[in-house]
């Protein structure tokens, strides 16, 4: 069955360094995700992707943050600067059509030290 | 939906039903989902049911949707050490923004042997 695969499993990083999270979508679906899990927390929405720009985004999603489709397959997450708070478990995920279920991949867990 | 709940904790012995509740908050979801979390793993998709629908059964799980109540449940008859999980239910943040997932908070089940 064809998933969404994610690189690397694990990232550790210093405070004020940038990151860029890798996602490889499923081939035929056309939305992209990232949500994001603090530890303890919820898994929170980040943004969507669509036809090559960002068709919503939450709160979290501010200056720090962008994404990227760079060729026909990587979707990514990048991450200027990052904070202590950043720490978490990020989510790529992808859908066929916008109303479709969501994949998710395994997630990167991030560490920001 | 701004809010989706979930108690945090079952246990079952091996071989019983396994219930899994959750209230949500937006009675115009389209869709509601199921997601399973295993130790160190992604977010699997379980199942999902449509909003006008009462009812859904696909081998061992059983969604039930109480609209009036915005209540939601996950059986797992004859529950199995494999199903021990996190389990998220997750519904639309609203019918405009189908893409945008709220997560509940997840349920941790436990299955005893």
């Known amino acids: 069955e064809p998933e969404v695969t994610q690189t690397p499993s694990h990232q550790v990083t210093q405070m004020g360094q940038e990151v860029i999270l890798r996602c490889v979508p499923i081939s035929n679906h056309l939305y992209f995700y990232w949500y994001r899990q603090i530890l303890g927390q919820k898994v929170e929405f980040l943004v969507s992707f669509y036809n090559n720009e960002i068709s919503e985004k939450s709160e979290i999603f501010d200056d720090q943050f962008s994404v990227e489709r760079p060729d026909g397959s990587n979707f990514t997450l990048k991450i200027r600067s990052t904070k202590l708070e950043d720490s978490a478990m990020y989510f790529c995920?992808?859908?066929?059509?916008?109303?479709?279920?969501?994949?998710f991949g395994n997630g990167t867990r991030l560490t920001v030290t | 939906g701004e809010d989706v709940e979930q108690s945090l904790f079952l246990s079952v012995r091996e071989g019983d039903s396994s219930v899994i509740n959750c209230t949500y908050t937006?009675?115009?979801?389209?869709?509601l989902y199921w997601y399973k979390q295993e130790p160190g793993a992604g977010l699997q998709l379980l199942t999902y049911?449509?909003?006008?629908?009462d009812m859904k059964q696909d081998q061992r799980l059983t969604v039930l949707l109480n609209k009036k109540d915005k209540h939601l449940s996950l059986r797992i008859a004859d529950t199995q050490t494999g199903d021990s999980a996190i389990y998220f239910c997750a519904e639309p943040q609203s019918p405009g923004s189908a893409r945008q997932l709220t997560f509940g908070s997840g349920t941790q089940l436990t299955v005893l042997p």
């Open positions: 937006d009675s115009s979801s389209t869709y």
């Open positions: 049911i449509f909003s006008n629908m």
């Open positions: 995920a992808s859908s066929e059509i916008g109303d479709s279920p969501l994949h």
